[in-house]
């Protein structure tokens, strides 16, 4: 039930196209989605997030849909550019009083060719 | 203003030794959280720590520990290393505990030989 699953694992898109990455989950209790965005080298980064009271977010070429009632929520960068191509991880978290602690989607791969 | 800071950035060592990890926050930064990062199993919350008090753990044996001082420095420390241990260890920060939003490091890419 902590689970967030992601896919595809891996997604080629065209420069100029649509990447399109999915998460799933089980906890309902879960109550923030971050995207974070990882280069070769580098620590993972916050790119976007939403809260379950709203069904879409945009940030520049970035967008968060989210489904609270199938419990899915995706990423999807428009006009995709090379400089797009790293690892993408979607998370769930929950305002628990035991603390914080970002569960982990098990990543996207992204290249983008020109 | 300075980002989280992770020392060394990387580190080799043997089956059966121990390792200790630093990782200093973003100024004013008071929760360190620590993530495990493997190709296998991808990014698993190890601990958090607030107010120098451990506020939430991960499911990792005991011989992964960590410690928080009093100016939010914080410390991981694993114990008689495995080679399934060889990963990044990512330690990200936030201006307390339950802020949702973590700012990461670059991580200590420890190889166990």
């Known amino acids: 039930q902590q689970q967030v699953k992601q896919s595809p694992q891996s997604l080629i898109v065209q420069k100029g196209g649509i990447s399109i990455i999915n998460c799933a989950y089980e906890n309902t209790a879960f109550d923030y989605f971050p995207w974070y965005q990882q280069f070769p080298g580098k620590g993972p980064a916050l790119l976007i997030a939403i809260r379950p009271d709203v069904s879409e977010k945009k940030e520049g070429r970035f967008t968060i849909s989210f489904n609270k009632s199938a419990k899915q929520f995706s990423l999807h960068i428009m006009d995709s550019q090379p400089g797009d191509s790293a690892t993408y991880f979607c998370?769930?978290?929950?305002?628990?009083?035991?603390?914080?602690?970002?569960?982990f989607g098990k990543g996207t791969t992204l290249s983008v060719s020109s | 203003k300075a980002g989280v800071t992770q020392t060394p950035r990387y580190l080799i060592k043997t089956r059966g030794q121990q390792v200790t990890l630093s990782c200093s926050p973003i100024s004013g930064h008071r929760s360190v959280s620590w993530y495990q990062q493997t190709p296998g199993q991808g990014l698993q919350f190890l601990f958090e720590?607030?107010?120098?008090?451990?506020?939430n753990k991960g499911n990792f044996p005991g011989r992964f520990s960590g410690r928080q001082f009093s100016n939010s420095r914080s410390e991981m420390n694993v114990s008689t290393l495995e080679l399934g241990d060889s990963a990044l260890y990512l330690c990200?920060?936030?201006?307390?505990?339950?802020?949702?939003?973590?700012?990461f490091g670059p991580g200590t890419r420890l190889t166990v030989l």
């Open positions: 720590y607030f107010s120098e008090t451990q506020r």
């Open positions: 998370a769930a978290s929950m305002d628990a009083q035991a603390g914080t602690a970002l569960i």
């Open positions: 990200a920060s936030s201006p307390r505990t339950g802020w949702y939003e973590q700012f």
